[in-house]
């Protein structure tokens, strides 16, 4: 019987269909709009000019406090503007636009970066190095990195656990990375494990990826120190919280981190970054997207610089095609739509999935009929209809009660429900607004 | 027989007395003095409970018209002038005098001026669309157009209209301020009514820079500051690309209304103007444009 967690979940369609394309290289893009808030926490701020010149992997802005992180510039070329761009939020963001230098030869050339087993550097360089490169977990929540390692509080973290379950049906992205650059995540692995001095990892990965888990088992055949571990397919077994009770059966507490109980948690994808700041001091400029959606000739997976507009990635698998209703930045669970495909691809975009009509249209709402699904699928044990109903009738005092403020907004409730009520979208908006109640509060 | 009728009623009258006097001793020791001007207050107070003056409710309001020393900071929007006066010879204290305001919607952009660019199809709330994005349109800081301030109104004074914007009914308008909460992207403003109630406002909350501003919607305010030039009395300040007329020092003499190239300063219920000699054609297009409106907010405040 293979590993999972014990509450909820559902099975959405798998629909992994660019799970056998190997990562292409997307052409380096004429301009470049790189938003200033890529990650949770506090913008970055701006230290170039309009008209500077800024070279490939330079710092374009700089980390405005400890839960922030550094932006580089994917690009030798020159700022042309500060502006504000529609980014993933879908409000007008700071942002800064850079013209590629096309007569700049570092913007040509493949970076080849031969494997590096030996990890030479020091413990305390190691940790200045992943918060320098402007690294954030690119799992989707863009959580800057170095927070997650400064174990300033006396935890004790005796697990380090790797993200590979990519339970998001459509993306692939996570599962390329991990058959393409095996032997560099298991060294990568190893770097946190030196840095953190934890003496044991788990790589979890979903059923559904065989290959994968033959890869990295492999890879990882020399270190007895690193396991993987295949666990069931369920949605949202990719999860921080979800994750570690399927590897290691620890719950994290209501509001607590994965610190509080000893682990730690990196994607695969955050892991391929920090192997490569560390080995070869390179900053993370770019990132693998899935780009994908049923009706799409050549969806496939890229490796892409951070600022890229979407719309050259769509123009990269053949255009739109005709019926295209919604192109959503991330997985179809929890993704979001994109207002227009001039939005730029930043540190937290997986993957780009385009919707046709049928497929991306709402139900009408009807009412609730008790049958409890929602209940029955929340990972976090909550009730999901009582939670909206609280939001909708503003008892949001109660709803806090109820611990609105723990649901991951997973959208399994929304998933299942045969009334097609709109729950999650309540529950979100409840979440805010508890969140002001207690800001307020303190 | 007729001695249970005897037992019964001794049982019951014993009962009655022993209650009686228990009541009475709690009555006498447990006695709570309430002052008995609150009622009073309470009384004058127009009963909405409402929330417009910050208490929960009419009663909580006047404990505090009657518990504070200083009440010159406490106002009924409401009631008004007339109300804050009678409390005041109730309660003998000296009550401030407001200028009575009404709510004005700050956004022009209906359907056929700022077109849609997305759609969502989730919960119709203001507040649900401002948190998962920016509109359905293009402009990030106009109306959302789902209604939360009509939701809120408890006073009947607001409706959606066919243009998919809000519209206060003056005359049903109490400026409790609900609105102005409920709106997320803060478009309802609290203006004084002045004489007949005449005003003058900048209808248009887009930061933009002119040219993306107008893209998104064709009133938008571009940020061209000739309303600004052209104000006798420095009234209109500029900040953000976009203008704003302070009502204080306004004398609605609509001068930018004339100047505005987009059309986005509102005037209300003024008389049409007579239209002089022949002018250049796009400024007589702006003169019956505005005629209509004035002629619709009209019949909005006389229905």
């Given at each position: 019987?293979?590993?999972?967690?014990?509450?909820?979940?559902?099975?959405?369609?798998?629909?992994?269909?660019?799970?056998?394309?190997?990562?292409?290289?997307?052409?380096?893009?004429?301009?470049?709009?790189?938003?200033?808030?890529?990650?949770?926490?506090?913008?970055?701020?701006?230290?170039?000019?309009?008209?500077?010149?800024?070279?490939?992997?330079?710092?374009?802005?700089?980390?405005?406090?400890?839960?922030?992180?550094?932006?580089?510039?994917?690009?030798?070329?020159?700022?042309?503007?500060?502006?504000?761009?529609?980014?993933?939020?879908?409000?007008?963001?700071?942002?800064?636009?850079?013209?590629?230098?096309?007569?700049?030869?570092?913007?040509?050339?493949?970076?080849?970066?031969?494997?590096?087993?030996?990890?030479?550097?020091?413990?305390?360089?190691?940790?200045?190095?992943?918060?320098?490169?402007?690294?954030?977990?690119?799992?989707?929540?863009?959580?800057?990195?170095?927070?997650?390692?400064?174990?300033?509080?006396?935890?004790?973290?005796?697990?380090?656990?790797?993200?590979?379950?990519?339970?998001?049906?459509?993306?692939?992205?996570?599962?390329?990375?991990?058959?393409?650059?095996?032997?560099?995540?298991?060294?990568?692995?190893?770097?946190?494990?030196?840095?953190?001095?934890?003496?044991?990892?788990?790589?979890?990965?979903?059923?559904?990826?065989?290959?994968?888990?033959?890869?990295?088992?492999?890879?990882?055949?020399?270190?007895?120190?690193?396991?993987?571990?295949?666990?069931?397919?369920?949605?949202?077994?990719?999860?921080?919280?979800?994750?570690?009770?399927?590897?290691?059966?620890?719950?994290?507490?209501?509001?607590?981190?994965?610190?509080?109980?000893?682990?730690?948690?990196?994607?695969?994808?955050?892991?391929?970054?920090?192997?490569?700041?560390?080995?070869?001091?390179?900053?993370?400029?770019?990132?693998?997207?899935?780009?994908?959606?049923?009706?799409?000739?050549?969806?496939?997976?890229?490796?892409?610089?951070?600022?890229?507009?979407?719309?050259?990635?769509?123009?990269?698998?053949?255009?739109?095609?005709?019926?295209?209703?919604?192109?959503?930045?991330?997985?179809?669970?929890?993704?979001?739509?994109?207002?227009?495909?001039?939005?730029?691809?930043?540190?937290?975009?997986?993957?780009?999935?385009?919707?046709?009509?049928?497929?991306?249209?709402?139900?009408?709402?009807?009412?609730?009929?008790?049958?409890?699904?929602?209940?029955?699928?929340?990972?976090?044990?909550?009730?999901?209809?009582?939670?909206?109903?609280?939001?909708?009738?503003?008892?949001?005092?109660?709803?806090?009660?109820?611990?609105?403020?723990?649901?991951?907004?997973?959208?399994?409730?929304?998933?299942?429900?045969?009334?097609?009520?709109?729950?999650?979208?309540?529950?979100?908006?409840?979440?805010?607004?508890?969140?002001?109640?207690?800001?307020?509060?303190? | 027989?007729?001695?249970?009728?005897?037992?019964?009623?001794?049982?019951?009258s014993s009962i009655g007395v022993v209650a009686a006097v228990v009541l009475f001793i709690v009555s006498k020791k447990f006695y709570v003095y309430e002052n008995p001007k609150i009622s009073e207050v309470e009384d004058v107070?127009?009963?909405?409970?409402?929330?417009?003056?910050?208490?929960?409710?009419?009663?909580?309001?006047?404990?505090?018209?009657?518990?504070?020393?200083?009440?010159?900071?406490?106002?009924?929007?409401?009631?008004?002038?007339?109300?804050?006066?009678?409390?005041?010879?109730?309660?003998?204290?000296?009550?401030?005098?407001?200028?009575?305001?009404?709510?004005?919607?700050?956004?022009?952009?209906?359907?056929?001026?700022?077109?849609?660019?997305?759609?969502?199809?989730?919960?119709?709330?203001?507040?649900?669309?401002?948190?998962?994005?920016?509109?359905?349109?293009?402009?990030?800081?106009?109306?959302?157009?789902?209604?939360?301030?009509?939701?809120?109104?408890?006073?009947?004074?607001?409706?959606?209209?066919?243009?998919?914007?809000?519209?206060?009914?003056?005359?049903?308008?109490?400026?409790?301020?609900?609105?102005?909460?409920?709106?997320?992207?803060?478009?309802?403003?609290?203006?004084?009514?002045?004489?007949?109630?005449?005003?003058?406002?900048?209808?248009?909350?887009?930061?933009?820079?002119?040219?993306?501003?107008?893209?998104?919607?064709?009133?938008?305010?571009?940020?061209?500051?000739?309303?600004?030039?052209?104000?006798?009395?420095?009234?209109?300040?500029?900040?953000?690309?976009?203008?704003?007329?302070?009502?204080?020092?306004?004398?609605?003499?609509?001068?930018?209304?004339?100047?505005?190239?987009?059309?986005?300063?509102?005037?209300?219920?003024?008389?049409?103007?007579?239209?002089?000699?022949?002018?250049?054609?796009?400024?007589?297009?702006?003169?019956?444009?505005?005629?209509?409106?004035?002629?619709?907010?009209?019949?909005?405040?006389?229905?």
């Amino acid at each position: 019987m293979l590993k999972t967690f014990p509450k909820g979940g559902v099975h959405p369609e798998e629909n992994k269909l660019t799970s056998s394309k190997a990562i292409k290289r997307m052409p380096v893009p004429k301009v470049v709009y790189v938003p200033i808030a890529q990650h949770i926490g506090i913008p970055a701020e701006i230290i170039v000019n309009q008209k500077d010149k800024v070279q490939k992997g330079q710092v374009v802005a700089k980390s405005g406090g400890f839960v922030s992180s550094n932006i580089h510039s994917p690009v030798a070329g020159t700022v042309t503007k500060l502006d504000m761009i529609v980014d993933t939020s879908g409000y007008k963001k700071q942002c800064i636009v850079i013209r590629t230098d096309e007569k700049d030869e570092s913007n040509q050339e493949i970076p080849e970066f031969p494997l590096k087993k030996e990890i030479t550097m020091e413990q305390k360089d190691i940790l200045q190095h992943i918060s320098d490169s402007g690294i954030v977990g690119l799992g989707g929540a863009t959580f800057p990195s170095h927070v997650k390692l400064d174990l300033k509080n006396d935890n004790k973290v005796d697990y380090l656990i790797i993200n590979g379950v990519e339970c998001e049906p459509y993306l692939t992205a996570d599962h390329r990375l991990m058959l393409e650059k095996a032997e560099e995540i298991i060294v990568g692995i190893q770097i946190l494990m030196k840095a953190l001095h934890i003496n044991k990892a788990v790589i979890g990965i979903e059923n559904n990826k065989r290959d994968a888990i033959e890869v990295l088992k492999k890879a990882a055949a020399d270190d007895d120190r690193i396991q993987v571990a295949a666990l069931q397919v369920k949605y949202p077994q990719g999860s921080e919280k979800q994750l570690i009770k399927a590897i290691i059966g620890r719950e994290v507490p209501k509001g607590g981190l994965p610190m509080d109980v000893g682990v730690i948690v990196h994607n695969v994808g955050t892991i391929f970054a920090i192997y490569q700041a560390v080995q070869y001091d390179q900053p993370l400029t770019e990132r693998v997207v899935t780009v994908t959606g049923k009706n799409l000739e050549k969806a496939s997976n890229f490796w892409v610089k951070i600022g890229t507009p979407i719309k050259d990635l769509v123009e990269e698998v053949g255009g739109l095609p005709e019926g295209t209703r919604k192109i959503v930045n991330g997985g179809p669970m929890m993704g979001k739509a994109i207002k227009n495909t001039d939005v730029p691809v930043t540190k937290g975009t997986s993957g780009i999935l385009v919707i046709s009509e049928d497929e991306a249209s709402r139900q009408e709402p009807e009412n609730c009929i008790r049958c409890g699904k929602c209940v029955f699928v929340c990972p976090m044990g909550l009730e999901p209809h009582l939670l909206m109903n609280l939001t909708e009738k503003g008892m949001y005092e109660r709803a806090a009660s109820e611990d609105v403020m723990t649901c991951i907004e997973c959208g399994s409730c929304s998933y299942v429900c045969p009334s097609h009520r709109p729950l999650l979208d309540y529950i979100r908006f409840g979440k805010s607004i508890v969140k002001k109640l207690n800001t307020a509060k303190n | 027989m007729i001695y249970s009728v005897l037992y019964s009623a001794i049982l019951l009258s014993s009962i009655g007395v022993v209650a009686a006097v228990v009541l009475f001793i709690v009555s006498k020791k447990f006695y709570v003095y309430e002052n008995p001007k609150i009622s009073e207050v309470e009384d004058v107070l127009p009963s909405a409970n409402c929330g417009g003056c910050g208490s929960p409710g009419c009663r909580a309001f006047a404990e505090r018209l009657v518990g504070s020393e200083d009440i010159s900071e406490l106002f009924c929007p409401v009631g008004g002038n007339d109300v804050m006066k009678q409390v005041a010879d109730i309660l003998g204290k000296e009550v401030a005098e407001k200028d009575p305001t009404v709510a004005v919607v700050r956004c022009q952009g209906g359907c056929e001026v700022r077109p849609k660019t997305t759609e969502y199809q989730g919960p119709k709330s203001c507040a649900i669309s401002a948190l998962i994005y920016s509109g359905e349109t293009d402009c990030q800081f106009g109306c959302l157009g789902d209604g939360d301030c009509v939701n809120v109104c408890q006073f009947d004074a607001m409706y959606m209209d066919d243009n998919g914007l809000p519209v206060v009914i003056t005359d049903k308008c109490t400026s409790c301020g609900a609105c102005v909460d409920a709106c997320p992207r803060n478009i309802i403003e609290m203006r004084p009514r002045n004489k007949r109630d005449l005003k003058v406002f900048v209808g248009c909350l887009n930061e933009d820079k002119g040219g993306i501003a107008r893209k998104a919607c064709n009133v938008a305010c571009i940020g061209c500051s000739k309303c600004e030039d052209v104000c006798p009395k420095d009234a209109i300040s500029m900040n953000n690309n976009l203008a704003y007329i302070d009502a204080e020092l306004c004398t609605l003499c609509r001068k930018c209304v004339d100047v505005c190239p987009t059309h986005s300063i509102i005037e209300t219920n003024f008389p049409p103007k007579k239209v002089k000699t022949p002018k250049p054609e796009e400024e007589t297009v702006a003169v019956v444009k505005t005629e209509a409106k004035v002629e619709s907010v009209n019949n909005e405040t006389n229905a």
